[in-house]
């Protein structure tokens, strides 16, 4: 009961961070930002860290974007969850936000399991296929490279981008 609360709390303080909704409190003796001290609180870690961590227990090998949205960030973030249960649900997510600009938002999750969608089918530069789908908040974008699952997602209000080109061209840019 004490890890399904502390997942439902990790959940909850994820959308916090993902849709903006921060608290500002008036203290001067605060030494940490809010932000980041709010985002470790809740499970987040350097992308390097969360990325070995989720490696090392899934036995794989990530694959990162060497290109990421022409967007503004100020932070970017990785967490690491393991499912205790079926190791199939373990999920590496990694986080790009911009403190000013709420709507610049990009992540990246990687699982060891497929999971379905439903969309309009790609062909990416190797051969493989894509699923691109528009989500009320966020265009998606998901894809298979050395045996993971990838999704990429774009906050629909992020800019004026074609966003089915920019998660492709994300898409093309893992080896």
Known sequence: MKKKFAL????????TIETGNENVFAN???TTPYYEDHSVRVGYKTVDEAVSE???NCDCVVKL?????????????GAYY?????????LLQIRFVNRE?????FKIDVRPSKVSYEGKEYTLQDGSKGIYVEHHIFHVFVFEKNNLQYIVRIDKNASDIDPSKVLMDVANSVN
Request: glycine letters at 2%; charged letters at 35%; zero cysteines.
């Open 28 to 30: 001067s003796k605060v």
């Open 54 to 56: 989720f490696e090392k």
């Open 82 to 90: 393991k499912d205790h249960k079926d190791r199939q649900k373990d």
């Open 8 to 15: 439902l709390f990790l959940f909850v303080m994820g959308l």
């Open 65 to 77: 974007p060497a290109m990421i949205p022409d967007l503004k960030f100020t932070h970017e973030f």
């Open 101 to 105: 600009q709420k709507n610049n938002i």
